[in-house]
């Protein structure tokens, strides 16, 4: 029905567009991560010494280590706040079911740095939590934990993404034919069970969506820790970035955003075959 | 009688849903009700109404510069990122093409990529051009990482079109420009205005890529940002209950034009690309 | 109007005490009130078959029994207990839904195995039963196979395997044939009903399609607005309908218009002996027992009647004749085929063949 012509046209600005600015910068970031820094000048001299510096200096190692242990926690702790939210407005919330939907969504469109910058206000020493805290006597002086903290990170990153981690679960979760429910009932299991045994499963390529994401977008968060998190917090991304500034060393830079992106795109392709398998019509 | 069915009662899932509700929204509302507040941010209860930060961020130049950068740069986003979007759906739906699967994946990426990496990876594409780093870097990479979000909607809108109105405009005559113009463009209305309204927010609250990419000028959340580091402020409370106020009402246009139709359910935006079965 | 009475509408199932009863069930959604107190008995062992149209409230008569719905009104009896109070996972009654409702994550075996899986049956026990269910639908080839890949005739002969593998009391099939091809609904039709003798568990089948309806049960329910409006066996309800709709919705019929005085009916220009009660009467007569009578004398008890073919409508096996009697009647009839035939002819039909209907 379309001609040759007209498919060239429509394709054309697209992938040139995506060619240059996305496959072309990732192919340079990738080329940097085996180059070399010399007197402030990067240098093009392939090597492995990057990737090596990663594991062998404890430093990075710890930090990396403890990235992906506050990663893992926002997506544990997103999950286990969405997941039931999701769950509560697809199979119990009735007629008002869009109307909570839309409200779930709102916190979406709420500046990411309006939401952080609210959590800083909270968990300082003068802060409201505190002084809440205070007035109701439950403590007498100011908590210092609350703020600059791996504590603060994680709650301000689990804020910031559990509306993220409800919506794919959400989407999966009303796409099950309720009918399919009402057929395990049928066939005698209770409610827990048809829980386990069919909502769950049916549910998991959204699940597993959900969680990749929250996951995926903590481990390259750099923003949470400078806000919220302290130098005791200090995240993978943050030495990236520090590393493209004041301590100039994009290769070594390149290499750790370069292991970013595997661990991202492999997720993707685990969860996509994971998806294939459960998927259906 | 007999009772209601018992899967519909679950008060404990009620509660625990009601907690998580209060989580997503308490420091939100806490943000607001502070603006207020005469004595500033912190501290139990807040006493003292006041409008005095209101006004003080009214008079504050620095702040309006960054916005009036930010709705540039968002506006021209949104430009690009339909356009480009729209394209990249058409190909997508219609079209057979060597790399096909590539592409998709890579139109897609940003989505789910922390900022840093595509901002990064924008920066060391302008090194390499020798460009320099400005308002218009930032365009670049606002623009290309959102062409995803209008991609993803776009796409959807274009597959539940019916391909038969198409087909009945050819056979009537039409030229296949005609036929994009008249019939398909009309169809995904909705669902550009929609995107459009996403791609702009997302647009003016960007900071993870714009971080990497910005020049000597400033965006709004770079100035905000800018500011935390000097010390808190009711006057950024001020601010961004307005953002949040202004996030509300897009949201509620936003969600208006869903009602009306045609487009993509709202979560596809945000899901991660579904495998096609035609690649 | 058409309310169907207690007793004289209901044919009464076959021996022994009814394994279902309805006792006065209404139901209403919102301001719309579906069934209108239906008291059904469902008797041990017989295929009945709850026909209607489209909103007449079967399928929710059926989710009634299911669990899934509860009842505005009335009450539900199984074996003598009360069923509407229990969940539908707690229920002795197992549903073939009208789009299967397969498991797409589970494969065949799988799904069959569903409902003894979730009562935790020893394995051993389930290894067998699911290959005696296979067998029995006739798909044991498929046994590893996602429903996804299987055609339609095949998804609905696993999902009848994994509702009767459970041995409930009470088999319920909402419109299982309606997806199919013509075709394989014939050949579903014939398999279902040798499936259900063969087994001999309680069938309780909906459909809108009179004609499967009349095929496949002992005894049939036609619903009507949320209202039973007759219940007999396919060959009581076709012989003697009770009301004018239940003449027309089951096979053709001509209404007749009359008043009966004194053991005469009158219709128009016709005159037949008819018992019963005087007052303005509607009779139907099957198109069938009219018979062509040209050249035949006046017999008695046979009615004549005369008029000219309108249109003629070859069937095959038989001719459907549109014949207009003057005074605007219009007869719809039916006579083995024949050959063309036009212009003015003679007809009869038997007295005992003009049924008296309530409706109007």
Known sequence: MYSRLYKAIVSAPPLLWVGLFLLLPYALMFAHSFWAVRDGVVVHEWNMRNFHTLISNPVYFEVLLRTMRIAASVMLFSLLLGYPLAYYLSFHAGPRKELLYQLVIVPLWVSYLVRGYAWKTILGSTGVLNGFLQYLHITRDPVGYFLYSPFAVVLMLTHIYTPFVFLPIYAALEHIPRPLVEASQDLGASPRSTFLRVILPLSMPGLLAGATFAFVLSLGDFLAPLLVGGPSSTMIANIVQSLFGAANDWPLGASISVCILSITVSLLFLTERVEKRWSFK | ?279 | MSEAAPSSQQAAPAAGAPLLKVQGVAKRFGAREVLKSISLDIAAGEFLTLLGESGSGKTTLLRLIAGFEQPTAGELWMGGERLDVLPPHKRRVNTVFQQYALFPHLDVRDNVAYGLRVKNTPKSEISGRVDEALRMVKMTEYAVTRPSKLSGGQQQRVALARALINRPQLLLLDEPLSALDANLRKEMQGELKALQREVGITFLFVTHDQEEAMALSDRIALLRDGVLEQVASPREIYAHPATAYTAQFIGQTNLLRGEVRGGVATCGALRWPSPGPDGPALFSIRPEAILLADGAGPTPNKVRVRGSIRQQIYGGSSELLEVDCGNGQILRVRIPAYGPLSGDHDFQFSAADAIRVRGQ
């Not at chain 2, 679950?10 to 997503?24: D, E, H, Q």
């Not at chain 2, 590539?102 to 900022?115: A, S, T, Y």
């Not at chain 2, 079109?161 to 113009?181: H, I, N």
């Open chain 2, 1 to 279: 009688m007999s009772s209601a069915n018992p899967s519909r009662r679950a008060p404990f899932l009620t509660i625990y849903a009601v907690l998580v509700f209060c989580f997503v929204y308490l420091p939100i509302i806490v943000l607001i009700t502070y603006s207020f507040n005469r004595d500033g941010v912190g501290g139990f209860p807040p006493r003292h109404f006041t409008l005095d930060w209101y006004r003080q961020l009214f008079a504050d130049e620095g702040i309006w510069n960054s916005v009036l950068n930010s709705l540039i740069i968002a506006l021209c986003s949104v430009a690009l990122a339909l356009v480009l979007g729209l394209l990249a759906a058409l190909a997508l739906d219609r079209a057979e093409f060597p790399g096909k699967a590539l592409f998709r994946r890579l139109v897609l990426l940003p989505l789910i990529l922390p900022g840093i990496i595509t901002g990064l990876s924008l920066l060391m594409f302008a090194n390499f051009a020798r460009m320099r780093l400005s308002l218009f870097t930032v365009f670049l990479g606002h623009g290309t990482a959102l062409i995803s979000i209008a991609t993803t909607e776009l796409f959807a809108s274009l597959q539940k079109m019916d391909r038969k109105q198409e087909e009945a405009s050819l056979d009537l005559g039409a030229t296949p420009w005609q036929t994009f113009w008249r019939i398909t463009l009309p169809n995904v209305k909705l669902s550009l205005i929609a995107a459009g309204l996403l791609i702009f927010t997302l647009s003016m609250d960007e900071i993870a890529v714009t971080f990497f990419l910005i020049g000597a000028d400033s965006t709004l959340p770079l100035e905000i940002w800018a500011r935390l580091r000097r010390g808190i402020t009711p006057e950024i409370n001020a601010v961004s209950s307005l953002i949040f106020a202004v996030s509300v009402a897009l949201i509620i246009v936003w969600y208006r034009i869903r009602m009306r139709g045609i487009g993509a359910e709202p979560q596809e935006i945000l899901d991660r690309p579904q495998p096609d079965s035609a690649v």
